[in-house]
């Protein structure tokens, strides 16, 4: 795992995305976030996010250059929060928030099944929305579609019957035999097992229907579905 994944960490929120940064100085947490970022354009692109930044003090000068490399890269900046009160006071001189809405509590659910085996599907008809999260120790099917700042853990495969830019995680429990099925993966976060899709391979994530899985390096490995 990149270090960048290591000091950045993205949620969904009832406003748009929560992005705490935590574990290194200013200066690496702002480079790392910024990778995460470019490496997920798609995703970040026309976000609103809200960044904790815990105890890490920052003046006027290096907010507004922060807001602005944001901006640069089609993410609004919103709200900060601290625990430095100096922080607290830049962002609200800059009329940025310093508090967050917590999220619904219908909007974070667990779905437990017991003695089902491990093929139970859980199916949900409806779009997810920011700031949902499905977990399931099973198969998960949506019909609709995975909007920003969405997650769907499952311990088994993923099928999404519409386009994914949010975030999924098959084979929750180290399966590395669990699949993700979508008519648009374009937009999307994919975790497979411990294994993260990323575009090194050389492969884009597509914008077409497709199966993703991994090979036997571990590598994801995309197919388009093929009509009759």
């Known amino acids: 795992m990149d270090r960048a994944n290591d000091l950045i960490q993205v949620k969904g929120v009832r406003d748009g995305l929560l992005i705490t940064m935590t574990g290194a100085g200013w200066e690496h947490l702002r480079a790392a976030m910024f990778a995460h970022i470019d490496g997920q354009r798609e995703f970040f692109q026309?976000?609103?996010?809200?960044?904790?930044?815990?105890?890490?003090?920052?003046?006027?000068?290096?907010?507004?250059?922060?807001?602005?490399?944001?901006?640069?890269?089609?993410?609004s900046l919103w709200a900060v929060i601290s625990e430095s009160e100096v922080t607290r006071n830049t962002a609200q001189l800059l009329g940025l928030a310093?508090?967050?809405?917590?999220?619904?509590?219908?909007e974070t659910r667990q779905f437990a099944v017991e003695d089902l085996g491990e093929e139970t599907a859980l199916f949900l008809g409806r779009t997810l929305r920011s700031g949902t999260r499905v977990e399931f120790a099973g198969h998960v099917v949506i019909l609709g579609d995975v909007n920003?700042?969405?997650?769907?853990?499952?311990?088994?495969?993923i099928l999404v019957w519409g386009k994914v830019r949010g975030l999924l995680?098959?084979?929750?429990?180290?399966?590395?035999k669990a699949l993700i099925c979508a008519l648009d993966l374009s937009g999307a976060q994919l975790r497979i097992a411990g294994h993260r899709a990323t575009d090194a391979g050389g492969q884009v994530q597509p914008a077409a229907p497709s199966t993703a899985g991994l090979d036997s390096d571990g590598e994801f490995l995309f197919t388009a579905w093929k009509s009759a």
């Open 46 to 75: 026309g976000a609103r996010i809200a960044v904790d930044v815990g105890e890490t003090i920052l003046r006027v000068h290096e907010m507004v250059g922060f807001r602005d490399q944001l901006s640069d890269r089609g993410v």
């Open 98 to 106: 310093t508090r967050i809405a917590k999220p619904r509590p219908e």
């Open 148 to 157: 920003p700042g969405a997650e769907i853990i499952a311990d088994g495969s």
């Open 169 to 176: 995680h098959a084979g929750g429990k180290s399966n590395t």
